[in-house]
């Protein structure tokens, strides 16, 4: 569905698993931290909502985008989390820069869905515009970062569930 029919940050609590003994990692890019900084600040309400601890959640920063899917790797790998959380935001410019950026990191985390243990949340914004970007970390379509935990819990539940 259309990002313009959907508030983000809408969904049932009701539909939310127990998070009992749940650990989530979360990888930001520091690249546009005026919208990265607001996804984490969403996760991370969320997961508290949903009864997940401080301590239950290991956060590290990369550089850019591209970098988040070697430190989701190093989260999954060394980190005993249950899921990892990537998050970042990039904003088309007038190179193809976005493109392959976009590309590359939609591949890797893809890549690494299917060759670790644990299920990475994709939490990347590819966006035309900045204010696109801010409309979805905390502006007119609610935050994709409440989203991403949302997902991340019941990844998580279904793993542990088959």
């Not at 990002?3 to 930001?28: C, K, Q, W």
């Not at 919208?35 to 239950?56: F, I, N, S």
């Not at 939490?123 to 991340?152: S, V, W």
Request: charged fraction near 15%.
């Amino acid at each position: 569905m259309a990002t313009a029919y959907h508030n983000l940050s809408t969904y049932d609590s009701s539909s939310i698993p127990s998070t009992e003994n749940m650990r989530f990692g979360i990888v930001v890019s520091e690249w546009n931290p005026q919208v990265t900084e607001r996804l984490l600040d969403g996760v991370y309400t969320t997961l508290q909502k949903a009864g997940v601890t401080p301590d239950q959640i290991v956060i590290q920063h990369v550089p850019g985008s591209f970098e988040l899917v070697y430190g989701a790797k190093l989260l999954a790998e060394r980190c005993s989390v249950d899921a990892v959380i990537v998050l970042g935001a990039v904003v088309r410019g007038g190179t193809p820069h976005f493109d392959y950026v976009c590309q590359g990191v939609t591949q890797g985390v893809t890549q690494l869905n299917v060759s670790q243990e644990i299920p990475i949340i994709f939490g990347l914004l590819t966006t035309d515009t900045m204010q696109q970007a801010e409309d979805r970390a905390g502006g007119i379509h609610g935050n994709k970062g409440d989203e991403a935990a949302i997902t991340a819990i019941k990844m998580v539940h279904l793993k542990r569930s088959l």
